[in-house]
């Protein structure tokens, strides 16, 4: 059954409109991934003007339906926040100075977010210290003061995977944001080892030699990432429970010539060149979701959109699995004959919303949404993101629903609210759901009755009808209705 949805969807593509043919679930996954490595703005704009346009940014995502942002907060080994452990990132100061004004970055796009009903992950790159040969570590780097931990490998330089040491350094990164920060996840995305460099060894013959153990070079390594990922885990739930922990991996784990278990593709391997197996990870709990990025058209000869939909598909495992989508790829390859669509939007989203354990997609670059590439924002907004969304709860961290708001009550055009925190932080009601009906018949399953998620306790309505709302708590669990007012 689970691999008729290709063929399903395409028939439905040529038969339904888009609009009509899949209704826009209550519950999913709409994240926005917004990198600052090799991004110039944030060091050439002042600290107003950046701020200015984030608020923007962050406007144009909600508009196009986005409910969580995926920013990027340690590019290359550094910060875009205040930390003790690495300088702030060269992509916002020079030399690891402190912006100037001062800002955190982070701490304003948490607020950000939050103001407007969207989730926050805090994306780092763990193993990265520079992007290209002619880049240097600023001064005030770790690598000067202990260069032995890192190597160096396509003139780029890394974090010795290999090492006890570095794996605690970078837990201890991870771990200093979680303290420090209200943020909603942790994301790491492809970058493991690195992408292999054509007839270049990595250099972790040193490391290997001392913690090898016997074991063959490749089994190691991914055994380091494996240790880096359980850790890391295992710290945030000791934490902080409800704080996410997600990877976004290369879109294929292995293809089936080198394992009857992988994807019928023909391209790189994440379990093979990048050591990351990324399915154990999800087996074993250590993530909270998984999020292939699946950049390739529909029918790719190597490595098939229609192939790796399927594929992932049917080996999500116990943890929630979304897509990451290429706006560029997606907008401008027109859909499969005989369909006339100018894009793949529509059928990209269908494949993913008949896919019974898939949960929603992530769109990259989030700065190609917001620019309306090739129309994709209007798309979203109008159609396929028109309603809005609930992230996904994660059930496996918590499961109770927190209580129901009190006191909901309508004072002109301004409902209000009570809401009680708990002793159990998980289930502290941090979120409303407001919702608006034509009649009294309350019915909290139809998305297009949601006028707003908000974590204000009051919020202004314009429009006649009937209002109810409800509490999220930190994992998306939802409580009952309020007591129903007519406006």
């Known amino acids: 059954m689970k691999k008729l949805f290709i063929t399903i969807g395409l028939a439905l593509l040529l038969v339904s409109p888009a609009a009509d043919a899949v209704k826009n679930p209550k519950r999913e996954f709409r994240g926005a991934w917004m990198h600052t490595v090799f991004q110039d703005q944030y060091h050439s704009q002042t600290t107003e003007q950046n701020k200015q346009y984030l608020r923007d940014q962050l406007d144009k995502l909600k508009a196009a339906g986005v409910n969580a942002v995926i920013f990027q907060v340690r590019p290359q080994a550094d910060a875009f926040y205040p930390s003790k452990l690495e300088p702030w990132s060269r992509y916002l100061t020079d030399g690891g100075k402190a912006p100037v004004p001062y800002w955190d970055p982070l701490q304003f796009m948490i607020e950000e977010s939050h103001a407007r009903g969207m989730e926050l992950h805090a994306w780092l790159n763990p193993y990265r210290v520079t992007g290209s040969a002619k880049q240097l570590p600023p001064k005030n780097h770790l690598y000067y003061k202990e260069p032995k931990r890192f190597v160096k490998y396509g003139g780029q330089i890394y974090f010795d995977p290999g090492l006890p040491e ?57 055994k380091n990432v494996d240790l880096l990922i359980e850790e890391i885990h295992d710290n945030i739930a000791a934490t902080k429970p409800w704080v996410i922990f997600g990877v976004s991996p290369f879109g294929i784990w292995r293809n089936k010539k080198s394992d009857p278990r992988g994807s019928d593709t023909n391209g790189l391997q994440n379990y093979d060149a990048l050591y990351a197996d990324v399915l154990l990870w999800a087996e074993k709990g250590w993530v909270d979701y998984l999020l292939p990025q699946l950049y390739w058209e529909l029918e790719h000869k190597a490595a098939s959109y229609l192939t790796l939909v399927d594929w992932w598909n049917n080996n999500a495992g116990p943890r929630h699995m979304y897509i990451g989508q290429d706006v560029s790829k997606t907008m401008k390859l027109p859909d499969l004959a005989p369909s006339s669509q100018k894009s793949q939007l529509d059928h990209k989203i269908r494949l993913t919303r008949e896919a019974e354990n898939i949960s929603g997609n992530c769109w990259w670059p989030g700065y190609a949404v917001t620019r309306n ?68 018949r309350i019915n909290l399953d139809d998305p297009s009755a949601i006028v707003a998620v908000t974590r204000d306790k009051k919020l202004t309505v314009d429009k006649e009808g009937y209002y109810v709302v409800t509490a999220l708590d930190r994992v998306n669990n939802e409580s009952v209705p309020s007591e129903v007012v007519k406006k």
Do not use: C
């Open 166 to 222: 570095n794996r605690k350094f970078i837990n201890d990164v991870v771990l200093d944001i979680v303290n420090r920060y209200d943020v909603d996840g942790i994301h790491f995305d492809d970058y493991f080892y690195p992408y292999p460099k054509e007839g270049e060894t990595f250099p972790d013959k040193a490391s290997f030699a001392k913690y090898g153990k016997g074991m063959a070079i490749g089994d190691w390594r991914r």
């Open 373 to 440: 590439f090739n129309g994709v924002a209007d798309s979203l907004s109008t159609n396929h993101q028109s309603t809005i969304a609930l992230v996904p709860t994660y059930p496996w961290i918590s499961d109770k629903a927190p209580a129901a708001v009190r006191n909901l009550k309508l004072t002109g055009n301004r409902l209000s609210w009570n809401a009680d925190a708990t002793v159990n932080k998980i289930s502290d009601p941090v979120k409303f759901v407001v919702y608006r009906f034509d009649n009294d």
